[in-house]
């Protein structure tokens, strides 16, 4: 059963479109903030580790890793990304829920953001003619 979802998973991230992508670094971002924030509320500062350190390589490699700089927008994205994997070392460093929980309130707002965008991008490239679209 596990090789099946492996496989699944691996297909789904192969096939997926920039924007879905995208969207899965965010999730999985987000799911080890809140596994980090529960271990380090729980006292199991080993896997607090694994979790923030696994954030910190979603946010420098993923969402960091994949942003075009000739972009002004893209600047000020490395910023606040750097800014984030700064609190989530410290987060690691000090095991501190409240530093996970502002960077997971930031990338919730943009995870949204990014989300909201490609809808938007989807009903337009879904619109027809007769129903005004260009």
Same mark, same amino acid.
């Given at each position: 059963?596990?090789?099946?979802?492996?496989?699944?998973?691996?297909?789904?991230?192969?096939?997926?479109?920039?924007?879905?992508?995208?969207?899965?670094?965010?999730?999985?971002?987000?799911?080890?903030?809140?596994? #980090?924030? +529960?271990?380090?509320? =729980?006292?199991?500062?080993?896997?607090?580790? @694994?979790?923030?350190?696994? /954030?910190?390589?979603? $946010?420098?490699?993923?969402?960091?890793?994949?942003?075009?700089?000739?972009?002004?927008?893209?600047?000020?994205?490395?910023?606040?990304?750097?800014?984030?994997?700064?609190?989530?070392?410290?987060?690691?460093?000090?095991?501190?829920? #409240?530093? +996970?929980?502002?960077? =997971?309130?930031?990338?919730?707002?943009?995870? @949204?953001?990014?989300?909201? /965008?490609?809808?938007? $991008?989807?009903?337009?490239?879904?619109?027809?003619?007769?129903?005004?679209?260009?």
């Amino acid at each position: 059963m596990r090789q099946a979802y492996a496989a699944y998973r691996q297909t789904s991230i192969q096939t997926a479109g920039p924007d879905k992508l995208l969207l899965m670094l965010f999730d999985g971002l987000l799911t080890a903030l809140e596994r #980090a924030r +529960v271990a380090i509320q =729980a006292n199991r500062p080993a896997e607090a580790h @694994q979790q923030l350190v696994k /954030a910190q390589d979603i $946010v420098r490699e993923g969402l960091a890793g994949c942003l075009d700089m000739q972009y002004e927008i893209s600047r000020s994205l490395l910023s606040l990304y750097e800014y984030c994997h700064r609190r989530l070392v410290e987060a690691n460093l000090r095991k501190d829920a #409240a530093a +996970v929980e502002e960077v =997971a309130r930031y990338m919730h707002g943009l995870r @949204q953001a990014f989300a909201a /965008a490609a809808e938007q $991008v989807r009903q337009g490239q879904n619109a027809s003619p007769a129903a005004g679209g260009v």
